[in-house]
């Protein structure tokens, strides 16, 4: 299925299927489409039951509506900055019959305080955020041409706004998981060192013999436990195939959530 629309900035927009089909996701042809990291990040996050759960940074929804596909009674809202994607984000939550605990805003993630707060994000009000920022930095040689590609891959700012936005809005004990890249890691674990805990690294590697290309990270407001280095996670044998693990996970059949938190 595709469609476009003489009005939006975002080109033809199409229909994909992830998870075994399970998932509907309405989204660019062109520019930053869903992925593994997408789905590992859902795939890290422990069983909230009917708690809340704030994807920011968005897109058209695929963390936010993958964690509420595989944890049903999950409440969940998606904040992304770029109106068209959050209307996309609307779309695919109505799509996936999830509309009525689904709630996408249209809003960003480094505003201010107040700015949140009138868009109904209250602090203290989430047990759990997620975020897969842009992974690089303005000027870089990985920039798309295309706007909402670029957008997805290059920051603007560091990651510190992003954690201080999480540190408000999440409940005491609630968790974070956000992926990034390798490289990344000494930036992210320096922007937890205020007030979260329970920091859990594990790298994600495209092969086994080969450096990380991922690190997906955990972490608890307010907790006191050290920090731990997990088991590593990869994705291709050396076939190139789907690992039987990896596989699962991108059905969403099985879960990367670690029992360490």
Do not use: C
């Not at 109505?94 to 709630?103: E, I, K, Q, S, W």
């Not at 249209?106 to 505003?111: E, S």
């Not at 974070?176 to 992210?188: D, Q, T």
């Amino acid at each position: 299925m595709s469609e476009s629309g003489p009005d939006s900035g975002l080109g033809e927009i199409v229909e994909d299927r992830l998870l075994d089909g399970r998932l509907h996701l309405l989204q660019p042809r062109k520019g930053h489409r869903a992925g593994s990291d997408a789905i590992l990040l859902a795939a890290a996050l422990p069983a909230l039951g009917q708690g809340a759960l704030l994807d920011i940074g968005a897109g058209v929804g695929t963390v936010g509506l993958t964690v509420a596909l595989i944890q049903p009674e999950l409440r969940v809202t998606l904040l992304e900055r770029d109106p068209e994607l959050a209307a996309l984000a609307v779309r695919n939550a109505g799509l996936n019959g999830m509309a009525d605990r689904v709630t996408a805003l249209a809003g960003d993630v480094t505003a201010r305080a107040s700015v949140l707060s009138g868009l109904g994000l209250a602090a203290a009000s989430f047990d759990a955020v997620a975020m897969n920022p842009p992974f690089y930095p303005p000027g870089g040689s990985r920039a798309s041409p295309v706007p909402n590609r670029k957008a997805a891959h290059v920051a603007e700012g560091a990651l510190a706004p992003w954690l201080r936005t999480a540190r408000r809005l999440l409940r005491p004990g609630g968790h974070l998981a956000l992926i990034h890249r390798g490289e990344a890691l000494p930036e992210v674990l320096a922007g937890l060192e205020t007030g979260f805990g329970a920091v859990a690294v594990r790298p994600v590697h495209a092969f086994a013999d080969r450096p990380a290309i991922r690190v997906i990270v955990t972490a608890v407001l307010n907790s006191r436990k050290p920090a731990a280095l997990l088991p590593a996670f990869v994705i291709n044998g050396p076939d190139g195939k789907l690992t039987p693990a990896s596989d699962a996970v991108h059905r969403g059949r099985e879960r990367l959530a670690s029992d360490y938190q």
